[in-house]
């Protein structure tokens, strides 16, 4: 019957809607990372366009992370640029010498990095990210900064302390919410003690399935429960937790609950050929930049499954600054 004939041969595939999305919507660092991943892009382009964000402490701001506004390093925007830099394999030298110095300025008395320092001046922040006068350091930034600088084989006095305050929190995790159980993973994944690691990651497994802290079955959504001050449909799933098949989080989800999972990330690409972001809106500025970001994301995460084509080839990386 008319109409029945399926999708046209020459009907866009999802890298090629993405890709017009990030050309029509996406900030420059976007842009080039996204040439970079899928394009064979030269990774200068991008170690060029995430210097604009490099302050002279050391640290990155400027509104790296979308939910920060205003020109202070802070903690969230570290976080964003080493995974960047790690995406380019340029998690070294100088620069992140210069990095961990400035992160031993500014950690608190038990070496880690909060979520906010407090600003000389009211710069605009997500709501959702309160600033205090003397913040307490947290796992959710300080774990993923230390899990990259680990996998990396970045050695500095500043991860000595950092290290031990995220064993600490992750192993003596029992309310966590689910952002909390994210940057435990990103720890775990780069600690370099593995056998530690995979016992921590078994038991925060277990938390996160009697919890119901990850939708196991997208179709049943409603069923998971909202962590509190989440978004209405904020909640995390496998994918979240194991963005990358050698995640220790992949261990926690079946096949059959990773392939469900995979298959809403897929068809959660919008008819504009971005991914939605499920955090709560609070700047139009800010969720226009996050989108991106989120596409990229589901992107990286889609190919590390075999969900999207191998990458094209690329020129190496080039020597850290």
Sequence with gaps: ????????????????????????????????????????????????????????????????????????????????????????????????????????????????????????????????????????????????????????????????????FCWDRVESLRHAHPYELQAAVAFLDGAPDRARAAAAADRLGRLVRERGLAVLDPGRCEEYPLAPGYAPGERLFPYDYARRPESLARGWFTDEELRRSLDFLAAEQQPDGGWPVRRRAWAPGSSLERRPIATLEALLTLRAYGRLPAPVSRPGPGRPR
């Design 1 to 164: 019957m008319p109409g029945d004939e399926g999708p046209s041969p020459t009907s866009p595939t999802p890298l090629a809607r993405a890709e017009q999305f990030i050309w029509l919507t996406a900030r420059v660092l976007e842009q080039r990372r996204f040439a970079f991943h899928f394009l064979g892009g030269d990774a200068d382009a991008v170690d060029t366009a995430l210097g604009s964000y490099l302050n002279g402490d050391g640290g990155y701001g400027h509104a790296l992370d979308p939910d920060l506004r205003g020109p202070l390093s802070q903690p969230l925007h570290t976080a964003h640029a080493l995974r960047v830099l790690d995406g380019l394999g340029r998690c070294g030298g100088q620069r992140i010498e210069r990095l961990c110095r400035h992160l031993t300025r500014v950690s608190t008395p038990e070496g880690a990095l909060p979520v906010v320092f407090p600003a000389p001046r009211c710069y605009p922040a997500a709501p959702y990210h309160p600033v205090h006068d003397d913040p307490p350091g947290e796992l959710v930034t300080t774990g993923p900064v230390v899990g990259v600088l680990h996998r990396n084989q970045v050695w500095h006095a500043w991860l000595f302390r950092a290290t031990d």
